[in-house]
C-alpha cells in the first residue's frame, strides 16, 4: 500500500487454503474447474488503478478502514511454482500477494496489452522495492 501511495488505512482479508479449496472457489465464483495460485475479489471499483481518490469507496464507519477485499492463496501452488521457478516459498508468496493486492486496487492484466504491460510494471517495481 505505501509503494501505490494510497494514504488511507486499509483493511485485506486473506486465506491461505490448499488446491482442493481453492479449485472449489475458483469453479463457484469464475466457473473455472481447476486449482490457481491466487484470487482476488475487489470489494471497491477504481476508475484509475491504485488512485484512492478516484474510486467509489466506502470506508467501514465501525473501523474507519478500507476494504480492499480478499485475498485467496493456495500454499500448493506457491509451493508448486516456486520449485518451478527456482524461487523459495517467501518470494512466490511474496510475488503473488503484490499481484493480487493489485488487482484490489484496480489493476488488470487480461483486457488490453496496454493494461498488462501496466500492471507487470508496478509488479517488478514493487518486488524489487520489497528486496526481491
Known sequence: MRLENIGVSCEVSVLITNDKRIRKINREFRGIDKPTDVLSFPMQ??????????????????????????????????????????????????????????????????????????????EKEIMHELGY
Open 45 to 122: 471499483e477504481f476508475s484509475v488503478p491504485g488512485r484512492i481518490s478516484s474510486c467509489i469507496c466506502a470506508t467501514d464507519p465501525e473501523t474507519g478502514l478500507l476494504p480492499l477485499g480478499d485475498i485467496i492463496l493456495s500454499s500448493e501452488r506457491v509451493e508448486k511454482q516456486a520449485r518451478k521457478h527456482g524461487q523459495t516459498r517467501e518470494r512466490e508468496a511474496a510475488f503473488l500477494t503484490v499481484h493480487s493486492v493489485l488487482h484490489l486496487l484496480g489493476y488488470d492484466h487480461t483486457d488490453e496489452a496496454n493494461e498488462r504491460k501496466q500492471m507487470r510494471g508496478r
